[in-house]
């Protein structure tokens, strides 16, 4: 049997009352007008555009993916009914076992129903949105994986970096500094090489998370997206560049980055909800070969005011590696971390503990907002007490409310790790980077046992009431 693929995820979804279709959207103003108010509700359907004015009927686009919960279980093979921290569990869990499969080579796949070269590329025949109103062009990759090799080791990395159209046979990427793509474009254009890179516009949406999170350097996105599926990614070489893409993508092309080669990029619709990152010159790629299945599915992943596409399926990433790390640096009693999606799953993130000595909330705070899944754009660490749930976060904002002292439960760290897509990083700061807050909204540890009783009903009485009332009781209350 073929590895599952979009097609699959698809069917999957819209058995579980998770799909949207709408027809007729034309696609410079309307699609993303449309995801934008579909965005501002998690829990949401994804949406999926056909009979798109201009090109052939079936040639779609499908976008607010990965904005719910259960969208994100099926697509990593897990319960649809699943909590956001039981999703967190399950990250934990994947991170710390690292499952893997090798991809396996194959001699061709459904991508390769449509190929075209040279002169006559045109990515243009995609139905590409213009994401946000005042983007500035049409972005073909969003939710995306962009492909490359390490010229010295031969690792194959794969990552989701924005892609603009620029023409039929040229696009832009966009990566930031210290990003793994980054790093290996560099390193061919030190030797005076041009980069070779393949571009994935459509997949399995597990596929695509891996590509937006932090997997190690040196490691195989490849092999930890087989661990996730349970089985090898089919992939196949693109033909000038012998880089690997999944056999059953909906569209992809291939080409070269040349050292100088640049053009004006952006803007776009970030992930923080501004347009931080302004318009600059970016690498182009020039584009030699491309290709996609009969009937096209363009996948996107749009960033915006959050939540958005990213912040959630990030965030739950995010969160299980800010905890396994927490749990690596030596900080015990840990009960839970999320990272709120109105912060981009980066700016905020909560830590529960189950204090057992004095410091102990500020040294989850201090290691949560520096240790590598947490560092990167952080700017609010809040730890908390075991009652408190994380994910609550009119919990959180109470315990921060009733239980910090702002005279000594609060600290600023300068000089961290962050983006030129953080709005507070301003223009003329080349070196990008910010202070954050470390808040102990926990409370004194001194007075933990004496400190005022909390004005709720306990766990057994709770479960007493809902064992006897459920009939009666709200629902989710």
């Not at 939540?307 to 959630?312: E, G, K, L, Q, S």
């Amino acid at each position: 049997m073929p590895n599952k693929d979009l097609r699959d995820w698809i069917a999957e979804i819209e058995a579980a009352g998770q799909l949207k279709v709408i027809k007729g959207a034309e696609p410079k103003e309307e699609i993303g007008g449309i995801l934008d108010i579909y965005q501002r509700k998690m829990g949401n359907p994804a949406v999926m555009f056909d009979e798109v004015p201009g090109f052939p009927k079936g040639h779609r686009v499908l976008a607010n993916i990965l904005t719910s919960v259960p969208r994100i279980n099926i697509a990593l093979g897990l319960p649809p009914q699943g909590s956001e921290m039981d999703l967190i569990r399950w990250w934990r869990g994947y991170m710390k076992d690292a499952p893997s499969h090798k991809p396996r080579e194959v001699n061709g796949g459904p991508l390769l129903d449509n190929v075209a070269e040279g002169k006559a590329v045109d990515i243009g025949k995609i139905p590409t949105p213009v994401w946000h109103e005042h983007d500035g062009g049409a972005f073909i990759g969003t939710a995306c994986m962009v492909v490359m090799k390490d010229p010295d080791t031969g690792w194959v990395n794969y990552g989701a970096y924005r892609i603009q159209s620029q023409g039929p046979d040229v696009a832009t990427v966009m990566m930031s500094p210290g990003k793994h793509g980054r790093i290996i474009m560099t390193r061919y254009h030190e030797r005076k090489e041009p980069c070779p890179v393949a571009v994935v516009a459509g997949m399995h949406p597990a596929l695509f998370m891996l590509a937006g999170l932090e997997i190690p350097y040196g490691k195989s996105e490849y092999e930890a997206a087989g661990g996730i599926l349970g089985e090898p990614v089919e992939v196949f070489n693109m033909p000038k560049t012998g880089l690997p893409v999944p056999a059953n993508a909906e569209i992809a092309f291939e080409g070269f980055i040349h050292p100088g080669d640049m053009i004006q990029e952006g803007p776009l619709g970030e992930w923080t909800g501004y347009y931080a990152g302004g318009s600059r010159p970016e690498p182009a790629i020039r584009i030699a070969t491309f290709m996609h299945r009969d009937d096209p599915i363009l996948l996107g992943a749009i960033p915006a005011v959050p939540p958005n596409d990213n912040t959630f399926y990030l965030g739950a990433y995010r969160c299980g590696a800010v905890w396994n790390q927490l749990e690596a640096a030596g900080v015990p009693e840990v009960r839970g971390v999320w990272a709120h999606e109105a912060g981009g799953s980066r700016f905020w993130l909560t830590v529960s503990i189950k204090q057992l000595y004095g410091g102990h909330a500020k040294q989850a705070g201090f290691v949560a907002s520096q240790c590598h899944a947490g560092a990167y754009s952080n700017r609010w660490t809040v730890v908390v007490d075991d009652d408190i749930d994380p994910t609550n976060i009119n919990d959180v904002i109470w315990a921060m409310c009733t239980r910090c002292d702002p005279r000594e439960d609060v600290d600023i760290v300068r000089g961290c790790w962050s983006t030129h897509l953080d709005p507070m990083c301003y223009d003329g700061d080349s070196d990008r980077r910010n202070a954050r807050v470390v808040i102990d909204a926990c409370k004194p540890f001194a007075r933990r046992d004496s400190f005022p009783a909390v004005a709720r009903s306990s766990r057994e009485l709770d479960a007493r009431i809902r064992t006897k009332w459920a009939r009666d009781l709200p629902e989710g209350g």
